[in-house]
């Protein structure tokens, strides 16, 4: 059920674009959607992203579950109210009480308690744009994404939204370079994106903070962006891979990672100018990924896989998960735990290495 709600979101099947409905507030829809319902099993259904509200842990997915952790992911509770049963696909918090969350039928929500009670702010199913990601900035600023490069922008926490195109400058991808996996086939991609609709059209996936006022997206069809003015301006970076992808990590020193579809993992030392393949030791989509600390990161992702790097991730260990149910995100909850997101729900899992773990490195 993970891998087809993720294609579903991600959009790694697509048809041509819906047509453009106006914005539309929740009290302009015609049929408000029913509230979510408590399950006495809420923690164990499908998850598909999770954030820190403060100490709190919130994870959010099908049928508008959210779920709250205060004891950093050894139990969950339902939320109180949730004014939506869309699949939730991203989460973020703003500070330890103000949180946004985004879904299908181009759902916005927010809350103003660390996510026990959520209003909705935005909806528009008739759209058929589901939002796949939200970033929670300095300040009050919110940026919501979505398919066929629907982008939102918020400057009060949440509570008011306008829709603004998406327009990357293309930038010419370089040369192939000794070491480096950039090729020149990645300009026709470039050139398609800003030959077509404002972003190509493309969806996106995911939006991540990096430093220096520094935006990343994660997008279809290899696309990727960065901002270098928290998301007023995009360029388009040289991709190394025509696939999805559907995260991007920043790493110190301009490191950064990205990674997508059957496995497929990148390391860049320039800020994406140039990258480098990472041999990851399995073909399952990698869906999400988390520093733990000093040099130390973690990807999980389809088929029970969990990727563990002490070395700035240029190289991994596979700790594959004897459940093999498909993970989609994580957070680091400290000591050799994390407190991961999927089709069996929230729960918590070992990073220590156990006999049999395999070493990704050349």
Not at 48 to 68: E, N, T
Not at 158 to 185: N, Y
Request: contains cysteine; negative net charge.
């Amino acid at each position: 059920m993970l891998v087809a709600a993720l294609l579903l979101a991600a959009g790694a099947t697509r048809g041509e674009p819906p047509p453009q409905a106006p914005l539309q507030s929740s009290q302009d829809a015609e049929q408000p959607p029913r509230d979510a319902e408590p399950a006495r099993l809420a923690a164990r259904g499908l998850l598909i992203a999770i954030a820190s509200a403060g100490q709190r842990l919130v994870a959010v997915g099908d049928r508008g579950i959210i779920v709250l952790s205060d004891d950093r992911g050894a139990s969950w509770r339902q939320a109180d109210h949730v004014p939506s049963q869309a699949l939730l696909t991203g989460v973020c918090f703003l500070d330890s009480a103000h949180g946004v969350a985004v879904g299908h039928d181009e759902l916005i929500l927010t809350t103003e308690d660390a996510g026990r009670n959520w209003q909705r702010a935005h909806y528009a199913p008739q759209a058929q744009r589901p939002l796949l990601d939200v970033w929670c900035g300095a300040g009050a600023t919110v940026i919501a994404v979505g398919a066929y490069s629907a982008y939102f922008t918020s400057a009060d926490r949440g509570a008011s939204w306008r829709e603004v195109k998406f327009m990357p400058v293309a930038m010419p991808a370089p040369r192939a370079r000794h070491g480096t996996a950039v090729a020149d086939a990645a300009a026709p991609s470039v050139a398609a994106a800003s030959a077509e609709a404002p972003g190509g059209g493309f969806h996106l996936n995911r939006i991540v903070s990096g430093a220096d006022r520094r935006l990343y997206i994660a997008g279809e069809a290899g696309h990727l962006y960065a901002s270098d003015d928290w998301g007023a301006s995009w360029r388009t970076l040289p991709s190394p891979y025509e696939g999805s992808l559907f995260g991007v990590l920043p790493l110190p020193d301009q490191g950064l990672l990205a990674f997508g579809l059957r496995g497929h993992l990148y390391r860049s030392a320039d800020a994406g100018t140039s990258w480098q393949p990472i041999e990851t030791g399995t073909v399952a989509m990698l869906t999400g990924a988390a520093p733990l600390g000093g040099r130390d990161i973690a990807l999980v992702g389809l088929s029970g896989v969990v990727l563990v790097s002490h070395d700035d991730g240029r190289s991994f260990t596979l700790l594959q998960q004897a459940d093999h149910a498909g993970l989609s995100a994580l957070a680091s909850v400290g000591g050799e735990k994390l407190a991961v997101v999927g089709e069996g729900g929230a729960k918590l899992i070992s990073l220590r290495i156990e006999t049999g773990a395999r070493s990704t490195a050349p």
